[in-house]
């Protein structure tokens, strides 16, 4: 889980660390984007907008079938 503070002399996104305990009715998703001009991240919107699939790929055959497999 990360969050962004902008209380920090360089302003981004924080990493938690440790156990991180959530009520699922208060979880909120805040999403960023990255201007490649300035090398920066910024606050959009605590909405789903897919604006963060452009920094994913997809699974690989070796990975799905490892999430296939039942214990």
């Not at 909120?28 to 910024?42: G, I, L, P, T």
């Not at 907008?49 to 452009?54: P, S, V």
Request: aromatic share 12%; hydrophobic share 35%; proline share 7%.
């Amino acid at each position: 889980m990360t969050r962004w503070d902008d209380t920090l002399a360089t302003p981004g996104i924080v990493h938690t660390t440790g156990v991180v305990p959530f009520v699922p009715e208060n979880l909120e998703f805040q999403f960023v984007d990255y201007d490649k001009a300035n090398n920066s991240w910024s606050p959009v919107s605590t909405q789903a907008e897919k604006l963060q699939w452009e920094f994913c790929s997809p699974l690989t055959r070796k990975q799905l079938a490892r999430l296939a497999r039942t214990k």
